[in-house]
């Protein structure tokens, strides 16, 4: 069992910045990946971005490459998303999930969930 705690969302106007982050507990030492969805109401919750444990491979989705960074404190055991140049489009609860089972870019195939954290950015 892998638990995941999500925190940093808020309110901000477009063009700011926030950095979530994912403190991850349990069984780390199964973990394989951790990675970073997104769901604005009504949408399908969507990828943002991932990487391998290993850190040989990160991806990032095309809306947010460029902007978005993935990056990991190992000592913590916690992920973090820093989110720059944010975009009212960009506003949905973001979502951590860990230990992925095929593409990184799906999440039916990620087995842990952390509880979501709102993210609000205003035109």
């Known amino acids: 069992q892998v638990q995941l705690v999500e925190s940093g969302g808020g309110l901000v106007q477009a063009g700011g910045s926030l950095r979530l982050s994912c403190a991850a507990s349990?069984?780390?030492?199964?973990?394989?990946?951790m990675g970073w969805f997104r769901q604005a109401p009504g949408k399908e919750r969507e990828f943002v971005a991932a990487?391998?444990?290993?850190?040989?491979?990160?991806y990032y989705a095309d809306s947010v490459k460029g902007r978005f960074t993935i990056s990991r404190d190992n000592a913590k055991n916690t992920v973090y998303l820093q989110m720059n140049s944010l975009k009212p489009e960009d506003t949905a609860v973001y979502y951590c999930?860990?230990?992925?089972?095929?593409?990184?870019?799906?999440?039916?195939?990620?087995?842990?969930w952390g509880q979501g954290t709102q993210v609000t950015v205003s035109s």
């Open positions: 999930a860990s230990i992925v089972s095929g593409s990184y870019y799906l999440p039916k195939n990620y087995a842990y």
């Open positions: 990487f391998s444990w290993s850190g040989r491979n990160t």
């Open positions: 349990g069984s780390i030492f199964s973990i394989n990946a």
